[in-house]
């Protein structure tokens, strides 16, 4: 039985969205504020944490942060807030998908399926990965690291599945709802801000020039490419 970290305070919400995922088959733990929600989630023992941004005692960014600097477990990020650098930031911190309230259960458990399928399936590949070099970037498959001009690269979950992806299909043309469906597992529901904030991010780490990137290219109006 899959096991799922449940970091909410209303009391309402974590109970109507436990009952469905006991109902999909699902272990639950919930955690009501922030504190508690770390603690339990640096026990370890979770195969996803489904995390709150507004939480009391400590922040969900600060949760987030504080979880993914000690494992890669996924994070769903559940929130209210529709602004899109709130998005931004929480992916920014880690976390690897997210999920804006008002959500249908069913939703919500497609989404939890999705991502713990995929953080196994893209975990599983190394095993039979090989090294990619392409000049300056350096990229371990089995290690599940990245190098630029010999030195490692820190990378969050998915933007080391996303690199990873895009260099092994160096060339290749992908559209953001694409990339969304191979590195998320699911369909993008009409929201692709996800794919763009982590390709901004594998930017910001693994480019000389951000604005210009050598590596991960814009192809406008189609979508994006890695050029070898």
């Known amino acids: 039985m899959k096991q799922i970290l449940l970091i909410e305070d209303d009391a309402a919400i974590s109970e109507i969205e436990r009952d469905f995922l006991e109902i999909s088959g699902f272990g639950v ?3 009501e504020d922030g504190i508690r929600g770390t603690e339990r989630a640096l026990e370890g023992g979770y195969d996803l944490i489904l995390l709150d941004l507004m939480l009391p005692g400590r922040s969900g960014y600060d949760v987030c942060k504080a979880i993914r600097a000690k494992t890669d477990v996924p994070i769903l990020m559940v929130t209210a807030l529709i602004e899109d650098t709130d998005k931004v930031r929480g992916l920014g911190l880690g976390a690897d998908d997210y999920i804006a309230k008002p959500f249908s259960p069913t939703e919500l458990v497609a989404r939890v399926k999705a991502n713990i399928a995929q953080y ?4 599983g590949i190394s095993d ?3 090294e990619l070099n392409f000049g300056d970037l350096r990229i371990n498959a089995r290690a599940r690291r990245a190098y630029v001009n010999g030195a490692e690269v820190e990378l969050k979950n998915k933007e080391y599945e996303l690199l990873y992806f895009l260099a092994s299909n160096a060339e290749i043309v992908f559209s953001k709802e694409h990339i969304y469906e191979r590195i998320w597992g ?20 693994i480019e000389k020039n951000p604005e ?6 814009t192809v406008w109006g189609a979508g994006y490419r890695f050029k070898a």
Not at 120 to 123: A, D, P, Q, S, V
Not at 212 to 217: A, S
Request: no cysteine; proline share 3%; glycine share 6%.
């Open 212 to 217: 210009n990137p050598k590596h991960i290219q």
């Open 128 to 130: 039979n990965a090989r």
């Open 186 to 205: 699911m369909d993008a529901y009409g929201d692709t801000k996800t794919v763009a904030v982590h390709i901004g991010r594998l930017r910001e780490k």
């Open 29 to 31: 733990t919930i955690a």
């Open 120 to 123: 196994e399936r893209l975990k």
